[in-house]
């Protein structure tokens, strides 16, 4: 996650004319994801609701197999992006794959600590749509119960936590530069709830993507340099103790003018509900 680019820094830790080079060469970047460093550590413990999916049979054992974030909403209640299950990610169908899990607890994705639970169910929103990506939602349920302050409450329609300006904390393991580096031990990054408009301008149904409001939300900075990024989908953003979407898609990761695009939590809470 939530990268910004280390590329100045290497810059300026290179000889002086290879630096030059770089600079002069480099395309124009989208400017403020080169400066600004995104995320920063978090822990399990201030944010126990931040959970890892994974499957060591597919993505090995390593990172405890982990490929998506998702959060804990009840106590054997955790959400995650539809997507994450897709045969695109997995490489199969999420039936085929028999070692699901949910790890809670584990800061550091090389460690053991934490605990692992097996799934009892996996519900993946029907409704979803590779083609714009509205409702992107699963539900999986554990098989055995965690203490209920694990859960973190669902932001409701309506609710302040969705105003634009707020301050908005997104979390997880994934890539912290946008090159391929996922992150070993959990991290967060604050940004803003962006206005649907924003949104809208950015990924106007063209090939960047077709934002649609009704069921997700926009939240970035406006010179970009802070986001979510490939790993951390399915993932918690979280505004004023509440959740209010998962990490879905964005153009990129961190550009100026290309927000993350979060799945709008108020908008799938009964179908959570039903299949929880
Ligand atoms: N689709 C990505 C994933 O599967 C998440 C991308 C989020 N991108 C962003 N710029 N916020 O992990």
Redesign the pocket.
Known sequence: MLRSSRSLLTALAVPLAAALAIVLTAPAPATADRVVIGGHPARTVEAPWAVAVASRAIFGDKRSGQF??GAVVGPTTVVT?A??LSGG?LGKDWRDVRDLKVIIGRNDLRKKDGVEYPLARVWVNPAYEGDNRAGDIAVLTLGVAVPAPYAIRMAGTGDQAYQPGEPAS?Y?W??TEGDGTYASSLRTATVRVLADSVCESAYPGNAEGDYDPRSMVCA?LPDGGR????????GPLVVRGRLVGL?????????AG?????TRISSVAGLVAAHG
């Not at 986001?227 to 399915?234: E, L, R």
């Not at 990490?247 to 550009?255: H, I, K, L, N």
């Not at 290309?258 to 979060?262: D, L, N």
């Open positions: 998506c974030g992006a997507h994450c990610v997104v997880g994934g890539d970035g986001d979510a990024c490939q790993g951390d989908s399915g990490v879905s898609w964005g153009s990129g990761c961190a550009m290309r927000p993350g695009v979060y």
